[in-house]
């Protein structure tokens, strides 16, 4: 057909497994994002979350991306461009019940200034777009390209939230990471016995480091969410570039890492993660109206000093997971082809 290979999608346990772990990070990260000013745990927790998990969920994307991009599947490419204005109508909407039932003032919705959750979605389109532009360069200096390029624009003020630029060029080294190397070898390499031991040595590094220094690291939380210039950061600004580049290499370690200990086999949580799409989509309003509605002095979150947090957490990551949410998702995806 054209020449064009057509290789049967299986799921593999070892990444729907990392999928439900990210996912369940992303909603525990948004709920916790509110404390960390107020607990230094929480501020430790956070900022740890913060530095791998996107970059992992974007990785992870990459690997699976490639019969799309080789076949240039626009019709699947434009899916994640419908779900970026569903996803846009869904928090308007929100916000505007939210609004009415607690005389709250309505955020500004802004399909072109992405400042929000929602980049992610966006992003997932732009990195499929520009990689099946590119696609008979060579990879491997792509990827070196777009390193550099990234660790470049955190000169540049214009790079922001405009179409969420800054955080797509910023984590698209990670996407075309994932499209370049081999899955089967991957899962090989990681199933290793060395290498989860030093995975696992370095997992407890990082956390140890986090908890001596995380007052030096902290100021510098805005390079993690990958939408501020060098020139807003605190302290080396001229160095902005080669600490963008050391952040590659940490995550590079930190994804081999978690690919490492995450069980390789099928378990109760294998399927939620394999739909951990539809968390993403629904849960971030939803964090918005548990806070406001506990977020007072004597509730339940500061009873249990943010405890509470991360059961609620991984209870809403459970309840989104379910094929009901993901059904919708679906419908959303096919709108415009039916």
Known sequence: MNGVIFIKKERIALYDNLKFILILLVVTG?????????SNYIKIIWTYIYTFHMPAFIFISGLFSKNTIKEKNLKKVSEFFILYIALQIYTLLFNIIFHFAFNAKIPTINLFD???FQWFILSIFFFYI???????????????????????????RNFNSFLCLSRTFVFYPFFLAGY?????????????NKIRVLSVLYLILTIILFYLF?????????LLTAQTPF?????????GGLVRLAYYGVNALFIISLLSITPK???IFTNLGGRSLSVYMFHRPLVTLFIYLFNKPNSIIYQTNYLILFPVAFILT????????????????????E
Do not use: M, W
């Open 214 to 222: 995380i007052d030096k690291i902290f100021p510098y939380k805005a």
């Open 114 to 116: 992405v400042g929000g």
């Open 318 to 337: 459970i309840i989104l997971s379910q094929k009901f949410f993901e059904k919708i998702i679906n419908f959303i995806k096919n709108i415009r082809y």
């Open 130 to 156: 520009i990689t099946i532009l590119l696609n008979k360069l060579n990879k491997k200096y792509l990827l070196i390209i777009s390193i550099i390029f990234a660790c470049c624009i955190g000169y540049d």
């Open 231 to 239: 020139s807003n950061l605190p302290g080396f600004k001229s160095l």
């Open 30 to 38: 948004h709920f916790i994002g509110y404390f960390f000013h107020s």
């Open 265 to 267: 086999n099928k378990n």
């Open 180 to 192: 370049i190397i081999d899955i089967q070898k991957i899962t090989k390499f990681v199933k290793n």
